[in-house]
C-alpha cells in the first residue's frame, strides 16, 4: 500500500493517539489490499462483480467491525476507527462504497435502535455476514430530503412502503437496506422535519426491485433506481419513533461525511503517488519531469491540502466519538477533501499527459469517482450553505 505520504509518519502529522490509532488500521487494512489490489478491483468492476473476496477479507482482519461495539460482534472503536479503514483502502486504489454505507447506516441504529435491531441488524455486518445500502435519494427530490414522495403507510403487520429512490449504490451486492420514507405528508406537518421515519428493509423482500443505472465510472459498487410497490416493512423494522428520523437521520450523515472525505483523501493520495513516481521516471528532456516547478508545484499543493484536509477529517471525527457536535467539522472536512482529492487527480492527470488516459496507466480512470465526491452524498454547495447560515449566522441563501 505505497502512497506519497508513506514515508512520514502519522504520529507527526496527528499527534501520538490519533497517529497510533491510524497507523493499527492502516497495517491492518494492509493485510487486505495487498492481497486484493487495485488489479483486482478493476477487474471486479469492469466485469460487474462485486469484490465478494476482497470483503471476506476484511471481515478476517476486523475491519468491517471497527465502530462496533464488542457486545454487538465488533472490534470496538468509533468513527475514528473505520474513517481510518475507509482512507487505508481508498489510499490502494479499492474504495468501497458498501463500506461506507453499511458503516454509517448501522451508526444511525447503534444510536437510535433498540438492543434488540442492533442484534439483528448490526451484528451480521460486524462480523462479515451481511451488507447494508443506503436509499434515500429522489427523482423529484434529489438535495431536498424534505420533498421526498416515498411513503409509509401503516397496515395490520407494520407498514407499507410505496415510492422510487435513485442513484443508490450496491443494492446488488446488500443484503438489508435502510430507506428513509415519509409516515406524514409533507403538506400535513408543520415543521419539514416532522414525519420523516428511517426503516431497515431486506432487499429481497417482495415488492422490491431495482434497474441497473449506466453511469460512467469503474467502480465495483453500481448505481440503481429502486422501486417499492406495496412492501410489507414489520413494525419491529422502524429504527428510532415513527416521525422522529430527522434527528437519527442526520446523526447518521456526520459520519458518512466523514467516510466520504476519507474516500477522496484516500483517492487523492492515490492519485498523487502514482503522479509522483512518473514525475520522478519520466524524462523526454534527458532530466525528470517531477523537477519542473510546472508541475512539481501543483504536486506539492495537493500534498499540503491532502493533508489538511486530513487532519480536519481526524479531528471531526474524535469530535464525533466524544459526543461533541461535530456538525460543522465533519461537513468541512468533507468539503476540503473532495476539493483537495480533485486537485490531487488533476495534478496527476497534468504530469501523465496523454498517457494518463491509457488504461493500462489508470489515472483518468480515477477523475470520475473523485469528481463525485464534490457532488455526493451531499454536494459541496449545500455544505457552504449550512456554513453560511449555521456557522457564520447569515440570511438563508436558499
Known amino acids: 500500500m505505497s502512497t506519497a505520504t508513506e514515508s512520514r509518519s502519522s504520529v507527526a502529522l496527528l499527534g501520538a493517539e490519533l497517529g ?111 451488507r447494508m445500502c443506503f436509499a434515500i435519494t429522489e427523482p423529484n427530490a434529489g438535495t431536498n430530503t424534505f420533498a421526498m414522495e416515498t411513503f409509509a403507510t401503516r397496515s395490520d403487520r407494520g407498514y407499507l412502503l410505496n415510492g422510487q429512490k435513485i442513484f443508490i449504490s450496491g443494492v446488488d451486492a446488500a443484503d438489508t437496506m435502510m430507506v428513509v420514507a415519509r409516515t406524514e405528508r409533507r403538506a400535513d406537518v408543520a415543521d419539514r422535519r416532522q414525519g420523516l421515519s428511517i426503516f431497515v428493509v431486506d432487499v429481497k423482500s417482495a415488492g422490491l426491485n431495482f434497474d441497473l443505472l449506466d453511469i460512467g465510472m469503474v467502480m465495483p459498487d453500481r448505481q440503481f433506481t429502486v422501486h417499492f410497490d406495496d412492501v410489507e416493512v414489520e413494525a419491529d423494522r422502524l429504527v428510532g419513533g415513527e416521525g422522529e428520523g430527522f434527528r437519527a437521520l442526520f446523526d447518521g450523515l456526520n459520519p458518512e461525511r466523514l467516510l466520504t472525505a476519507a474516500w477522496g483523501i484516500g483517492l487523492g493520495d492515490f492519485a498523487l503517488a502514482k503522479a509522483v513516481a512518473y514525475g520522478r521516471e519520466r524524462a523526454p528532456f534527458g532530466r525528470p519531469i517531477g523537477g519542473y516547478q510546472g508541475l512539481q508545484h501543483p504536486l506539492a499543493r495537493a ?21 461533541s457536535n461535530a456538525g460543522y467539522l465533519a461537513n468541512a472536512a468533507k468539503l476540503v477533501a473532495s476539493e483537495a482529492a480533485v486537485d490531487a487527480c488533476d495534478a496527476a492527470i497534468q504530469v501523465h499527459g496523454g498517457y494518463a488516459f491509457e488504461a493500462e496507466t489508470d489515472v483518468a480512470t480515477i477523475w470520475p469517482v473523485v469528481r463525485l465526491l464534490r457532488i455526493a452524498p451531499v454536494n459541496n454547495e449545500m455544505i457552504l450553505n449550512y456554513i453560511g447560515e449555521h456557522v457564520l449566522r447569515l440570511p438563508r441563501s436558499y
Do not use: K, N
Open 20 to 130: 497510533e490509532v491510524r497507523d493499527a488500521v492502516h497495517e491492518a487494512a494492509r493485510g487486505v489490499v495487498e492481497r486484493y489490489d487495485r488489479r483486482y478491483w478493476l477487474e471486479c468492476a469492469r466485469s460487474g462483480r462485486f469484490t465478494d473476496d476482497m470483503w471476506r477479507a476484511m471481515g478476517e482482519q476486523g475491519l468491517l467491525g471497527l465502530g462496533v461495539p464488542e457486545q454487538h460482534g465488533g472490534s470496538g472503536g468509533g468513527v475514528t476507527e473505520t474513517v481510518a479503514a475507509m482512507e487505508a483502502i481508498s489510499a490502494a486504489g479499492v474504495p468501497l462504497a458498501l463500506y461506507l454505507l453499511t458503516a454509517f447506516a448501522r451508526e444511525t441504529i447503534l444510536r437510535h435502535g433498540t438492543a434488540e435491531q442492533c442484534e439483528r441488524f448490526v451484528r451480521p455486518t460486524a462480523i462479515g455476514d451481511q
Open 303 to 323: 500534498y499540503a491540502r491532502l493533508d489538511g484536509a486530513r487532519l480536519m477529517m481526524y479531528s471531526a471525527a474524535r469530535a464525533f466519538d466524544g459526543g
